[in-house]
Structures are given as structure tokens and as C-alpha cells.
């Protein structure tokens, strides 16, 4: 089992900079970030292989937001630049220890999820 415990988060104006992050208890292969709003599904954000640092990110993000680890600490982070509007949901940390392949921003293929942490980016 794999507890994943997030921090960060909160409150900021568009154009502005937030960072999340999430420790896991015990070194796991992939670890993403996943976001919902209400009444939505939990939308992929970005993912890591702690291995070698390979890294994939949704089309909504790419070149805003990274996601950077610390393997000594089985940490990832999500820094999140040049925040809009619609970044406000949800962020929840997910890992899973199988490679999810072209299911990567599938939330189906996460078994390990943390409590969630609430961005808020006002215009």
C-alpha cells in the first residue's frame, strides 16, 4: 500500500504561481497529478517516472505547469506557472507502480490517490 500525502495549494490571482506537493511512504515507479472541478471527470495533469525522470503533461499545461521530484524523498511536485481561471479545481496527487502505457491520463489506472488539495485562480 502507498500513502500519498499532498501539500500546498490555496489561493491566487491569474498570471500568478502556485506549487504543490507529495510525498509518497514508499518509492513508486509513476507518480501524476490529476485535477476535477464539479461535475466533471478527474482530468489528467502530468506524470513522472521517478526511474529516469521521463515526464508527460496534457495539452492544457504543457509549458506552464512541471512536475520535479525529489527521489531522495519520494516527493513530486507540480509548479504551476502563468495560472488561468480555468487551472481552479481539485489537484490530486496519483501513483501507481505498473506503467499505465497510452492509458497514462487515465485515472482508472492509479490505484493510490492522495486527499486532494484545492487551487483557486481568480481573474
Known amino acids: 500500500q502507498v500513502q500519498l500525502v499532498e501539500s500546498g495549494g490555496g489561493s491566487v490571482q491569474a498570471g500568478g504561481f502556485l506549487g504543490l506537493s507529495c510525498v509518497a511512504s514508499?518509492?513508486?515507479?509513476?507518480m501524476g497529478w490529476f485535477r476535477q472541478v464539479p461535475g466533471k471527470e478527474r482530468e489528467a495533469v502530468a506524470l513522472?517516472?521517478?526511474?529516469?525522470?521521463?515526464?508527460y503533461y496534457a495539452d492544457s499545461v504543457k509549458g506552464r505547469f512541471t512536475i520535479p521530484q525529489d527521489s531522495a524523498k519520494n516527493t513530486v511536485y507540480l509548479q504551476m506557472n502563468s495560472l488561468k481561471p480555468e487551472d481552479t479545481a481539485m489537484y490530486y496527487c496519483?501513483?501507481?507502480?505498473?506503467?499505465?502505457?497510452?492509458?497514462?491520463?487515465?485515472?482508472?489506472?492509479?490505484?493510490?490517490w492522495g486527499q486532494g488539495t484545492q487551487v483557486t485562480v481568480s481573474s
Open positions: 514508499t518509492s513508486v515507479n509513476y
Open positions: 513522472i517516472y521517478t526511474g529516469t525522470g521521463v515526464t
Open positions: 496519483a501513483a501507481s507502480r505498473g506503467w499505465p502505457g497510452s492509458r497514462w491520463s487515465a485515472a482508472s489506472e492509479y490505484p493510490y
